[in-house]
């Protein structure tokens, strides 16, 4: 089999069970995308590309939250999907740039993520139909009835996790086989984008609080910040 | 003591795997309350396992202390009428409370630290991070909620009041704003000492301007996306 099939069979597999965490298992934050973007990273010989990604998509969710019966989208399975799809894409353009070559690969995010929250949804009026049999089984005298319906539930999802994952990775790769095709060298410059989008996570997370503690505290941390830069004239890292 | 509370923690990992819009995480409850029930008679527990099925939703992780408090109603002889009612009233404030903290306060609070010190140290120590200041808040009311529960029954609501939440939840939103400002300087001082990438401070700056005025005015993330994606090819285009 191709180095690819492989990469995409590890991924889809890990990423399917890190995906759980988001709401069917644990919900540990494993499925955040800066962890589950820098584990499967690992798992397929780049953590720090991993990490880059997770550290971009981590934030522009952040504000919203499943309260209620709402379905946010699924952002850890889209992060995960574009994982898959930088390290496709890694391996085929070794030599790019790699801010570059994720901010590519990230283009899809937003449809992944949206797409996976309808998966979601379709999930959740898939599983009424195993509750309302497991509820019958239940008023029967089967209590290992609840253990099922769970069960049921939880394979649900890691179908969901591992097809999303496999098919968002292939199309997060096409579209970086695609963008160097036509841009060639010039596909550089779009490092520029990586960057954009990362102050975009960060400008959503700094909007999403009301009160003055966020705003204070952010004016804190800039100030200490900055006060570092001028006084030890370095960076902070 | 009931029998069972032990496992109640763990089962209620999977509290939501069969969540479900009709009856929510009922029966995850049901799920997670089973063990209580594994040495009475079927005919006796079946009863209260259809009571338990039905629709609940609150925070997930309130979920092992309801059980402990649903378990400990049962022993003092209450009905399964009085029993729907203790759930009902606690599911709201439970769940008020839980999306307030977890949710909406100790997620971002977690994710910008995590995210901080991913770019700060290592990403290693980024997820560490982040790993440990979710679970730390989480983790004991989950595996040890059922006895909580159980314990102190009619006390919870007083005992959540004393934790003073609220006061957790402006330190974890002063320490978000913190990491957020450091962020930022982080990565902009980062550009200014490499000298050749000034530009993608820009692209930064442009970004974290987009992200506030996009939320502020509730632009889809997608919009914002392809805005700014237009915006910095057009600007390297320009350079």
Sequence with gaps: ?237 | MVKGLGSVGWRSFFVQAAKNYRSMLGMGYAFSELPLHKKLDPAEAKPVLEESAEFFNTMPYFVPLTVGMTARARQNGMTEDQVRGIKNTVLGPFGALGDAFYWATLKPAAAMLGVLFALLISPLAGVIALLALFNLFHLPLRLCGAYLGYNLFTKVPGILERLKPYKIIAFLQLLIGISLGLTAVGILGNFAFAGEHISFATGLGAGIALGVVGSLIRLPLWTMWFAMLAFAIGISLLL
């Design chain 1, 1 to 237: 089999m191709s180095d690819y099939l492989w990469m995409t069979l590890i991924a889809a597999s890990l990423g399917g069970l890190l995906a759980l965490d988001t709401v069917v298992a644990g919900q540990f934050f494993l499925s955040s995308p800066l962890v589950s973007c820098t584990i499967l990273g690992w798992a397929l010989g780049n953590p720090l590309l991993g990490a880059m990604i997770g550290v971009v998509l981590t934030l522009p969710w952040l504000g919203t939250l499943p309260v209620g019966g709402y379905t946010p989208p699924d952002s850890p399975t889209a992060a995960l999907a574009v994982t898959l799809g930088a390290m496709l894409a890694t391996s085929a353009h070794l030599q790019a740039f790699p801010p570059a070559l994720v901010a590519i690969a990230l283009l899809p995010a937003p449809f992944l993520a949206t797409s996976a929250g309808f998966a979601d949804h379709f999930i959740y009026h898939r599983n009424e139909i195993s509750v309302a049999k497991a509820e019958t089984e239940l008023s029967n005298g089967n209590l290992c009835a609840p253990a099922r319906a769970t069960l049921k539930g939880l394979v649900h999802s890691y179908i969901k996790g591992f097809l999303l994952i496999a098919v968002g990775g292939w199309l997060a790769f096409g579209l970086v086989e695609l963008v160097y095709a036509v841009l060639g060298d010039l596909s550089r410059y779009l490092g520029w984008v990586y960057y954009a989008w990362l102050g975009l996570g960060i400008g959503i997370v700094i909007a999403s609080f009301r009160g003055w503690r966020v705003p204070v505290a952010l004016t804190g941390g800039l100030a200490a910040g900055a006060g570092w830069v001028l006084l030890t004239g370095s960076a902070l890292w």
